[in-house]
């Protein structure tokens, strides 16, 4: 079965992916709802930023984030002369670089279900005397709902399978940043396959489960809608 | 009043509009698709903006050069062309979107007295998706008015509706002039339920006024399209004065004569409008007597203009009601018909509007 650090290793995945999903569906709505209603012309390159790490390696994004928080990167360094730490190595790192990781996996579904709730149902709103504010909490977010429900499962699952970013960035500290695709990694390449098992079989279980409760839902919620 | 100029240049379409028209009653806005009649609507609404634009409604100024209300801020209702309701909410919730949001203090029309006017009491707990088409429109209809409007704007609501959905509605629509007194612009392309419905008219044409007034005149104005149309036909407001019991007949009158309609169960005094389709009114030199048609009064030929070919369309005045027959331009030579000639105008068939 599972020894203590596949358990702590299990902890760490599921946080990871729960803060990372947090934050993405906090910055990422008002980036979609922009996304979805703007008429600038140059969208598609914000687009095609979003999109970006759908197609490039895991390690190259990896790579260059290792580079930006460690300790001579921008962003690290900048933290060291705060008199903080650099990111790289840390759970905090991590989560930096799944947010980025999985970004497209949110922000597509909520800006393809902003799309499709249309202007009308905000005019209509408009002209009942709801505020622009009023009209997004009260119109747009719960007619977006299911775009919501498959944004928060495909983020959270999708950070869950991370592997490459974790690795180039996180490295493989137990208890801080090893995940269980690493551990998984790890227990092969040490010949534990009955860990290995245990592991790979439970991350089929839940990303399996999550999947079907997704599609099931948005049946429903479509099957509701006139 | 309310008053409007418009200015809008778009690469496919623009917009002329400057006029003023009144705050009470109906007032339709009839044109053909594409003239313009949705753009006028969505401005006044405050859903579409054009730069120097001005508007007025009573003595609150929406739109100027340096002032743009936003649309939360107009209190206006808008109802749709097709179904606009929220599918999120139940009927109830979306009744109480706009009341919730309107200061208790401006609460005129109660969302209770909505729900009677337009019938949907037993709808309240059911979802969007489970209505019909009219009692969504239903729905629309009364949302907007528990939001206690100071005007109301119709985008075609009965345009998505088949023929018989619309005979539900229309009565609803009827009696917001005088359950309610909200001045509404309803814009339509449908002859019938501008006839029926409206007090007031605009025609619009490519953006542009081409005329602005009360409805029964511009229907029988000689120098409009309406007049000419193969439906074209004079609205009369009448009063209901006698039922004959013998004979199965109802007994109106306008200020031009007395008018006879198979009967109606319609209360003494009750106002009427009725429609004579310019084809139905043939003319005569003198009171015919061995004629089977019931309703024949005298009236004076005020002009007449060719329609090419064989017809000539005859604006009639009787009583200071303008009518409209179409007979052939023979019959006109024959009868010397002349502006200010007094003739008989013999009505064929009379269509009772409500």
Known sequence: MFNEADLTALAITLKLAVITTMILLVLGTPLAWWLARTRWRFKFVLEAVVALPLVLPPTVLGFYLLIALGPHGPVGGLMESMGGKPLAFTFTGLVIGSVIYSMPFVIQPLQDAFMAVGRRPLEVAATLRASPLDRFFTVAVPLARPGFLTATVLGFAHTLGEFGVVLMIGGNIPGETQVVSIAIYDHVEGLEYTHAHWLSGGLLLLSFVLLIAVYALNRRFRVARP | ?354
Request: hydrophobic share 45%.
């Open chain 2, 1 to 354: 009043m309310i008053d409007v100029r418009f200015h809008l240049r778009r690469t496919d379409f623009s917009l002329d509009l400057d006029l003023s028209i009144p705050a009470q009653g109906i007032t339709a806005v009839f044109g053909p698709s594409g003239c313009g009649k949705t753009t006028l609507l969505r401005l006044l609404a405050g859903l579409e903006h054009c730069r120097n634009g001005f508007l007025k409604v009573g003595n609150l100024t929406w739109q100027d050069g340096n002032r743009f209300v936003l649309p939360h801020r107009r209190p206006i209702a808008y109802v749709f062309q097709e179904a606009s309701l929220f599918a999120h909410l139940s009927v109830q919730r979306n009744l109480e979107y706009g009341v919730k949001r309107v200061p208790a203090t401006e609460r005129k029309v109660s969302m209770q007295k909505a729900i009677e006017l337009l019938g949907i009491g037993h709808l309240l707990k059911r979802k969007p998706d489970t209505l019909s088409g009219g009692e969504r429109q239903r729905v629309a209809i009364a949302r907007a008015l528990a939001v206690s409007p100071r005007l109301l704007l119709m985008d075609e609501p009965l345009a998505a509706l088949d023929a018989e959905r619309k005979q539900e509605i229309m009565p609803y629509i009827e009696s917001l002039h005088d359950e309610l007194d909200i001045p509404v612009i309803y814009v339509s392309h449908s002859h019938d339920e501008v006839a029926r419905l409206a007090n007031h008219l605009v025609l619009m044409q490519d953006g542009k006024i081409k005329a602005n007034g009360d409805v029964h005149e511009i229907f029988t104005r000689l120098d409009l399209p309406l007049a000419h149309a193969s439906d074209a036909a004079a609205i009369i407001d009448a009063q209901v004065i006698e039922h004959d019991t013998n004979f199965h007949l109802t007994h109106l009158e306008f200020s031009g004569g007395q008018i006879a309609v198979p009967h109606k169960e319609l209360p003494l005094g009750s106002h009427v409008r009725l429609q004579l389709a310019a084809r139905d009114v043939s003319l005569t030199l003198e009171h015919q007597s061995g004629t089977s048609i019931l309703n024949i009064f005298p009236a004076t030929v005020d002009a007449i203009t060719h329609e090419g070919g064989a017809q000539v369309t005859v604006r009639l005045i009787a009583g200071g009601v303008a009518l409209l027959s179409r007979i052939t331009n023979k019959s006109a030579v024959e009868l010397d018909l002349q502006p200010g000639k007094a003739v008989y105008a013999q009505v064929k068939s009379v269509a009772l509007l409500n």
